[in-house]
């Protein structure tokens, strides 16, 4: 039996908390794994005040059978080691090892990848590939890229343009370090629209750079009404990279980013979006991302419980 496995089991039998319990041998045969995002309990720190030490998010995790976490920048303490500290990425690892989790993705700004300073998109660029590369020596199989900023003068046709060159060239990088790069656009950002991602992807024009399912961003991108899978559907399950499952009622929180709420609670309709994953062929990663959602470990809970009964259906 794996490392990770006997970590899961021993879990379930001292904890009783794992959601779905694999037989041998199917393990292998699961075409998505389950991540938990930090980026929910960072939000719950600053919004909140609340306390999450980063132990006892890795043994709920852990507990409660994920396959990963995704990591976010300056949380929970300081940025990312740079590729030349391998000391500091060597310990960073053996720390997710110790609760049987890889770490399979890190988060990332993007709006220098657009700046109509030629410079500032080269120091961008090589700034990513230094990201890309401790990712992928931390045991990381994506990166995602958040391109948000404003456009400093540029016109939104300029600024796509721009943004596609670089994503693909990160799309050649990340390709070379066996990765895959996921860009998500959110509604407060200058690219914000179902278009806006399919001209995103059509100029970047690289199978290692995809972008981000996240139904809470569908949903308010396509009129809010609680059926973001269609526009998955239009998107194409093809060009999805990875996957932030989190419920919404339509609405932005607090004249933020999309309203995030747990699988249930809102009126995403979270089966028929799994099913389109499912039905399209989609395999990889699914991350739980409770962004300021109060109870990020409630939100971990149920958005993995939607996803098993989604496996269990086909």
Known sequence: MQRRSWLKCVGA??????LSPI??????KRPWKTAVGLNGFESGVRKYHKNYPIWEILDFASRTGFDGIELVSN?????YPGVEEKERIRALRRMYDGFGLQIFSIQLGADGAFSPDAEERKRWLQETRDHAQFCQEAGGERIGLWPGGELRGQTIDEAIGRLGELFREVGKI???????ASFEIEPPFVFNTEDHIQR?????????????????????MSGSTGKPHEMLKRIGVE?????HLTD?????R????SKHLACGDGHVDIDAALKTLYDGGYQGWIMIDAWEIPDPYDACVKGKKAIERALRNG
């Open 23 to 28: 037989a041998a041998g199917e393990e292998k």
């Open 13 to 18: 039998a001292v904890g009783g908390a794992c």
């Open 200 to 220: 995103i992807l059509a100029k970047a024009n690289h199978p290692s750079l995809k972008t981000m399912f996240d139904p809470s961003h569908y949903d308010l």
């Open 75 to 79: 949380w929970p303490m300081g940025g």
């Open 254 to 257: 607090d004249g933020g980013t």
């Open 239 to 243: 060009n999805i990279g990875y996957v």
């Open 174 to 180: 990340v390709a070379d370090l066996g990765m895959i």
């Open 248 to 252: 919404a009622d339509g609405t932005l």
